[in-house]
């Protein structure tokens, strides 16, 4: 009971001191606001399909049941101009491409957050998996890895998503898995390192010498010490894996065109912004939205990830 | 640190074995059809019959087993040959080449400010701690640091080309482009600017100049930040010193205590942190060049990856591992170099 208590007041000091700073409180204000907005993107922006006069029809299958449209996918809308549309009352962000911009900033949000949760989780255990074999088994498994590990590092990050997405073709999932394969050594690393460090601590001696299995050491007393680093690292990791599977996309390599990602939404507007001249500035907005959609979630992942390191992890300050 | 050096070097050939084979059995994915469009020219491909090309398969060996196949490509590229640019019009060694200096070009003038201000900012916001200066100033790096390249990039030309018309995007103008071609214009650094200003050319450096203002600027934006935040909690936690103390107490002029005694102790972390951004620069001139339609390299292994041109992609990859791994050596030298405290073996 007592026992229970005490790590209670403990979470809240830690919470109390996380939230005494003003940085950290707008991190998760905008984090959290990120989320309400995912969550609630079918009622903010509600996925319809346009006729061609661009009027909002509803279209049923042989069944008579609605079929209902992909809302990853941004509406078409024929009453859209191509041409970049400053914003109105009925497309405040405005529009480009017969395109509303922000039902695409608005489903946006959950692309970024699927893109960059899914790839974090995946490289991180990835990494953790590699990492803690390498460290803990040391020797030649752990040269072996630990060179693979280098040659990986060796090949800049963006260039070697590109590689790869092109490879296996333009898509979403084909960005994921891109970064995913190219995003495993910073993880592997540094929880190396920590096992190393751990690994030499009475509690691990004293849980060989009883002859407890590895694994179970691993699993019980050698992750739960090291893995808090590599958390954080993963947290401040999610902004720059947003950035570059955006910059895939304005690349033309990442999500096809008309899906509701902010990068490929910026790449539509390079041919408007370098095309023409003179008037370009008239379309602020098509960059603006989008470029400030991912500049907040990145700037709350940043934060956030900054939060947590000041709290839990003093050092690395 | 001889032995430290040569066993380094001795791992630079097997890391860059290790990168070559890692992309080029990526690229064994798309199969023979789509391998074979790298060495076709596009316009008759579609037009071929599929005993047609099976030949062709046959000729450029991409039905031979995947070991020999690399075999023959390393023993090309061990001679100096790395297959035919499509995108770069030339031999990928060639190609590679003629576009370094211009991503050198970029990555050096944005390094004098990014060192510069991200330095002079980072001990300004150290020595101010806590107040608002730095609270300012690390605001304005965490903003920076959020700030994905090309969104930077877009605004940038935007402003300063759209609106203000001062920084255009290309590399140099039409007339300055003639200019640098002609015979009359002597290449001695291959750096566009200084060759001007060696060529006497005032008007052409200028062109230069009003290029690569814009990414120049993107660039140092994104940078300051990360250099800036090394710089600050280096400074700090040199100031916290006894030593620094001890400066104090014996009445050292405060200017001299942080100027002296203290930042050039704080500048042993940032070396590493600029010599990684140097790399850093180097490699991630991608969509920079891509935005503000530079040449470069950068902007060749963007070109060469979107149209699965191979041979380009496979060069463009070794060049940049080649460059991160000797920049990491001159990383750890120059670390012994400046702290003799560190021993490297």
Redesign the interface.
Same mark, same amino acid.
């Given at each position: 009971m007592s026992e229970g208590k005490k790590a209670n007041t403990e979470f809240i000091r830690t919470m109390r001191k996380m939230f005494r700073n003003p940085s950290a409180i707008l991190g998760f204000a905008l984090l959290i606001f990120f989320i309400i907005v995912a969550i609630f993107a079918p009622l903010i922006a509600e996925p319809t399909f346009f006729d061609e006069n661009g009027n909002p029809v509803v279209y049923y299958d042989e069944n008579g049941k609605v079929i209902k449209p992909n809302p990853y996918q941004i509406p078409y809308n024929d009453k859209i101009p191509s041409q970049p549309d400053r914003p109105s009352p009925d497309h405040p962000f405005g529009t480009i491409e017969k395109r509303d911009i922000f039902y695409g900033v608005v489903w946006g949000t959950r692309t970024a957050f699927f893109i960059g949760l899914t790839v974090t989780i995946i490289s991180t255990l990835v990494g953790i998996l590699i990492g803690s074999i390498s460290g803990y088994y040391g020797g030649w498994i752990d040269e072996v890895l630990m060179r693979i590990t280098d040659v990986f590092m060796s090949i800049p990050f963006l260039l070697a998503a590109m590689v790869l997405t092109t490879i296996l073709g333009n898509g979403i999932d084909k960005v994921m898995i891109a970064m995913t394969v190219f995003g495993w050594m910073g993880a592997a690393r540094l929880i190396r390192a920590n096992i190393l460090q751990v690994k030499e601590e009475q509690y691990i001696l004293a849980s060989k010498a009883l002859g407890i299995k590895d694994y179970f050491i691993i699993m019980r007393h050698v992750l739960p010490n090291t893995i808090f680093p590599v958390l954080i690292q993963a947290s401040m990791r999610m902004g720059s894996l947003v950035i570059t599977a955006a910059g895939l996309s304005y690349l033309g390599l990442g999500a096809p065109l008309g899906y509701a990602d902010w990068g490929s939404m910026l790449n539509y507007t390079r041919n408007w912004i370098l095309g023409a001249s003179g008037s370009t500035f008239s379309y602020w907005y098509a960059v603006f939205y989008p470029g400030m959609a991912m500049v907040l979630f990145v700037l709350a992942w940043n934060l956030v990830g900054d939060a947590l390191r000041d709290v839990f992890d003093p050092r690395l300050k | 640190m001889t032995t430290f050096i040569v066993r380094r070097l001795l791992?630079l050939p097997?890391?860059?074995l290790?990168?070559s084979l890692?992309?080029f059995s990526?690229?064994q994915?798309?199969g023979p059809d789509k391998l074979l469009a790298a060495y076709v020219n596009p316009n008759v491909f579609d037009k071929l019959s599929q005993a047609d090309l099976e030949v062709l398969k046959e000729k450029y060996g991409l039905t031979k087993p995947f070991a020999e196949r690399y075999g023959i490509w390393l023993w090309n590229a061990l001679k100096g040959d790395l297959g035919w640019s499509q995108v770069g019009k030339d031999d990928v060694l060639t190609a590679i080449l003629s576009r370094f200096p211009y991503t050198l070009e970029l990555a050096l003038y944005a390094l004098i400010p990014v060192v510069g201000v991200g330095i002079w900012l980072g001990v300004a916001a150290a020595v101010h701690r806590d107040k608002f200066l730095d609270q300012f100033i690390?605001?304005f790096a965490?903003?920076g640091?959020?700030?994905?390249?090309?969104?930077f990039g877009?605004?940038i030309?935007?402003?300063f080309?759209?609106?203000l018309g001062w920084f255009p995007?290309g590399t140099l103008s039409q007339w300055a482009e003639e200019v640098v071609k002609s015979g009359s214009f002597h290449k001695i650094t291959h750096l566009v600017s200084i060759d001007a200003l060696l060529n006497g050319r005032l008007d052409v450096f200028w062109d230069a100049l009003r290029h690569i203002i814009g990414p120049v600027i993107t660039l140092s934006f994104l940078w300051w930040a990360y250099l800036l935040r090394i710089t600050r909690?280096s400074m700090l936690e040199v100031l916290s010193k006894e030593y620094v103390r001890t400066a104090r107490a014996k009445g050292v002029p405060e200017h001299d205590v942080i100027h002296k005694h203290a930042q050039r102790n704080a500048m042993i972390p940032v070396v590493t942190v600029a010599g990684n951004m140097v790399i850093g620069l180097l490699?991630?001139t991608?969509?920079i060049e891509?935005i503000f339609?530079r040449i470069g390299i950068g902007r060749l292994?963007?070109d060469a990856?979107?149209q699965?041109d191979y041979a380009t992609?496979l060069g @463009? @990859?070794l060049f940049?591992?080649i460059i991160?791994?000797l920049g990491n050596l001159i990383i750890d030298i120059l670390y012994a170099v400046f702290d003799p405290r560190v021993r490297l073996g």
């Amino acid at each position: 009971m007592s026992e229970g208590k005490k790590a209670n007041t403990e979470f809240i000091r830690t919470m109390r001191k996380m939230f005494r700073n003003p940085s950290a409180i707008l991190g998760f204000a905008l984090l959290i606001f990120f989320i309400i907005v995912a969550i609630f993107a079918p009622l903010i922006a509600e996925p319809t399909f346009f006729d061609e006069n661009g009027n909002p029809v509803v279209y049923y299958d042989e069944n008579g049941k609605v079929i209902k449209p992909n809302p990853y996918q941004i509406p078409y809308n024929d009453k859209i101009p191509s041409q970049p549309d400053r914003p109105s009352p009925d497309h405040p962000f405005g529009t480009i491409e017969k395109r509303d911009i922000f039902y695409g900033v608005v489903w946006g949000t959950r692309t970024a957050f699927f893109i960059g949760l899914t790839v974090t989780i995946i490289s991180t255990l990835v990494g953790i998996l590699i990492g803690s074999i390498s460290g803990y088994y040391g020797g030649w498994i752990d040269e072996v890895l630990m060179r693979i590990t280098d040659v990986f590092m060796s090949i800049p990050f963006l260039l070697a998503a590109m590689v790869l997405t092109t490879i296996l073709g333009n898509g979403i999932d084909k960005v994921m898995i891109a970064m995913t394969v190219f995003g495993w050594m910073g993880a592997a690393r540094l929880i190396r390192a920590n096992i190393l460090q751990v690994k030499e601590e009475q509690y691990i001696l004293a849980s060989k010498a009883l002859g407890i299995k590895d694994y179970f050491i691993i699993m019980r007393h050698v992750l739960p010490n090291t893995i808090f680093p590599v958390l954080i690292q993963a947290s401040m990791r999610m902004g720059s894996l947003v950035i570059t599977a955006a910059g895939l996309s304005y690349l033309g390599l990442g999500a096809p065109l008309g899906y509701a990602d902010w990068g490929s939404m910026l790449n539509y507007t390079r041919n408007w912004i370098l095309g023409a001249s003179g008037s370009t500035f008239s379309y602020w907005y098509a960059v603006f939205y989008p470029g400030m959609a991912m500049v907040l979630f990145v700037l709350a992942w940043n934060l956030v990830g900054d939060a947590l390191r000041d709290v839990f992890d003093p050092r690395l300050k | 640190m001889t032995t430290f050096i040569v066993r380094r070097l001795l791992l630079l050939p097997l890391i860059v074995l290790g990168v070559s084979l890692i992309i080029f059995s990526l690229f064994q994915i798309l199969g023979p059809d789509k391998l074979l469009a790298a060495y076709v020219n596009p316009n008759v491909f579609d037009k071929l019959s599929q005993a047609d090309l099976e030949v062709l398969k046959e000729k450029y060996g991409l039905t031979k087993p995947f070991a020999e196949r690399y075999g023959i490509w390393l023993w090309n590229a061990l001679k100096g040959d790395l297959g035919w640019s499509q995108v770069g019009k030339d031999d990928v060694l060639t190609a590679i080449l003629s576009r370094f200096p211009y991503t050198l070009e970029l990555a050096l003038y944005a390094l004098i400010p990014v060192v510069g201000v991200g330095i002079w900012l980072g001990v300004a916001a150290a020595v101010h701690r806590d107040k608002f200066l730095d609270q300012f100033i690390r605001i304005f790096a965490i903003v920076g640091w959020s700030f994905p390249d090309f969104v930077f990039g877009l605004l940038i030309l935007m402003v300063f080309y759209s609106v203000l018309g001062w920084f255009p995007p290309g590399t140099l103008s039409q007339w300055a482009e003639e200019v640098v071609k002609s015979g009359s214009f002597h290449k001695i650094t291959h750096l566009v600017s200084i060759d001007a200003l060696l060529n006497g050319r005032l008007d052409v450096f200028w062109d230069a100049l009003r290029h690569i203002i814009g990414p120049v600027i993107t660039l140092s934006f994104l940078w300051w930040a990360y250099l800036l935040r090394i710089t600050r909690s280096s400074m700090l936690e040199v100031l916290s010193k006894e030593y620094v103390r001890t400066a104090r107490a014996k009445g050292v002029p405060e200017h001299d205590v942080i100027h002296k005694h203290a930042q050039r102790n704080a500048m042993i972390p940032v070396v590493t942190v600029a010599g990684n951004m140097v790399i850093g620069l180097l490699s991630g001139t991608v969509i920079i060049e891509v935005i503000f339609n530079r040449i470069g390299i950068g902007r060749l292994a963007a070109d060469a990856a979107v149209q699965l041109d191979y041979a380009t992609v496979l060069g @463009t @990859t070794l060049f940049y591992s080649i460059i991160l791994v000797l920049g990491n050596l001159i990383i750890d030298i120059l670390y012994a170099v400046f702290d003799p405290r560190v021993r490297l073996g």
